[in-house]
C-alpha cells in the first residue's frame, strides 16, 4: 500500500521560515518524480515545486528564490525549503509522487503565514 506522508507544517511569522517532509512508503521512490502542491482556501490546488528521478526541479514562479525542492532516496524523503515566508503562502501543502499513469497524494499539510 502507497502512503505519502506530510510533515513540518506550522503557524510562522512573515518572513519565517519552515521545512516541509514527505516520506513515502510503498514504491520504488528513486524512480518516481515528486511534487509539492498548495490549496488555499477558495482556491483551486498548484503545484509549487517538482523534483525529477534525476533529480531535475521546476518551481511555480511565486516561490522562485524563496522555496527549495529536495531528495533522499535513501531516507525515501522529499523536502520543501520555505524561506521568506508570505501571508499569500497560506495553504494546505500535498506532496504528489507520479510515474507515468501512477499518481500518489499525500494527506497535506497546514501552513499558515500570519503575525
Known amino acids: 500500500q502507497v502512503q505519502l506522508v506530510e510533515s513540518g507544517g506550522g503557524l510562522v511569522q512573515p518572513g519565517g521560515s519552515l521545512r516541509l517532509s514527505c516520506t513515502a512508503s510503498?514504491?520504488?521512490?528513486?524512480?518516481?518524480?515528486m511534487g509539492w502542491y498548495r490549496q488555499a482556501p477558495g482556491k483551486q490546488r498548484e503545484l509549487v515545486a517538482t523534483?525529477?528521478?534525476?533529480?531535475?526541479?521546476n518551481y511555480a514562479e511565486s516561490v522562485k528564490g524563496r522555496f527549495t525542492i529536495s531528495r533522499d532516496n535513501v531516507k525515501n524523503t522529499v523536502y520543501l525549503q520555505m524561506n521568506s515566508l508570505r501571508p499569500e503562502d497560506t495553504a494546505v501543502y500535498y506532496c504528489?509522487?507520479?510515474?507515468?499513469?501512477?499518481?500518489?497524494w499525500g494527506q497535506g499539510t497546514q501552513v499558515t503565514v500570519s503575525s
Open positions: 504528489n509522487a507520479v510515474l507515468l499513469s501512477h499518481y500518489y
Open positions: 510503498g514504491i520504488t521512490f528513486r524512480i518516481y518524480d
Open positions: 523534483i525529477g528521478s534525476g533529480g531535475i526541479t
